[in-house]
């Protein structure tokens, strides 16, 4: 009796956890109804510390494949469109925490330059650069070669840009923190920095050049062009908000800007800015959006201010992430307006969408995946060519990568 007992027991568990996961389906399918859909395929469920992802056309097949690393136990690794075979890019580095793909010795492959030994604790070390050279086999070569760029304490995110107007790509490099900054006020400014790729690639080192130190704990990076005039800009959102700098603008090596101030009625760390993108309305308006405080809860959206002279108007929109940790903006639905996506690392995981409302009145939110993946990093792409970005998610505390295929309308 007591066994027949157990086994009705289990059986019943059983079903109330398959009806939850069956509620939870139909919840987001329902959530999505009138927008695009999505098929969720799982790339790798074994990326344990999982961090961050990028696309590229790695082995020059015409097809974007997605790349991606963990920080803790290493991982670097990208994996082949369309059969998402997974291929070791390196296995020496330790510590890595981000990657920007570019064909820097200019023989038509792409490369990788990783960040790696990461420790926030540890402010006055690591923070190593390197370039990895594609062998030109890379299904086959499964360790790409490493050439050492600089170290710079805690460098924590890479983006290239055109950010002289000289038609070539520079390294941009954000650390996070200031050199000798210690929890919880990170009162110390940081370098952000420049690299040229150098004529001669067998140099030791890459000569960088030091743009601003006036930043606090900066967590985001954006790289855009923002007036035109043909340089890259940059965007990076701190401890004090968002700010935009500028090279040879308004009679300045580097002008500064700020666009806003982020959240600021709390104390450290629980304040500024951390995630950000810019993207714009139907109306053709740029907006930007931020994840605030620094791995906070809530989803924020500038607007130009009526006053230039202003910062941006400032409106949440969301106030429910827990460690809110990925965020991106893209016409998903090719209605020529963007929307925000935006990922929660802690639980509850959650990956969603928000939609600008027709009438302009707020944004309309749209769950993606509410428990599947805790999000650590986004990379936003069309990965199959048929006209629909499409969303690549990596999760840290769920252990997984993960390819969002928008199937359109």
Known sequence: MRKTNRVMLILKLKFLLLFAGLLTACQVVDAQRGFVNFDKVTLDDE????YGVEVADVDGDGLNDIIALATNPAQFVWYKNPTWDKYTISTVAQGNIDAAPHDIDGDGDVDMV????FNLGASTEGGLLHWLENP??????????MHYIDAVPTTHRIKWGDINGDGKLELVNLPIIGIGATSPKYDVDLQLKAYSVPDDLTAESWTGVVLDQSLQLSHGL????????GRDDILAASF???HLFQLATKSQAVARTQIAAGKQDADRPAIGSSEIDVGKLADGSRIVATVEPWHGNE???YTQATDPNQLWDRVVIETEFVNGHGLLMADLNNDGADEIIVGGRSQHYQLAIYQRRDDGAGW???DLDIGGIGVSGLAIEDMNGDGYMDIVGIGSGTRNVVYYQNSGL
């Open 47 to 50: 990326m344990r510390g999982g």
């Open 114 to 117: 990783l960040a790696s030994a």
């Open 136 to 145: 030109g086999n890379p299904t086959s070569n499964q360790e790409w070669e």
């Open 222 to 229: 954006k790289i855009m062009y923002w007036d035109g005039d």
């Open 240 to 242: 004090f908000g968002v």
């Open 299 to 301: 989803v924020v959206v």
């Open 364 to 366: 309309r939110r749209i």
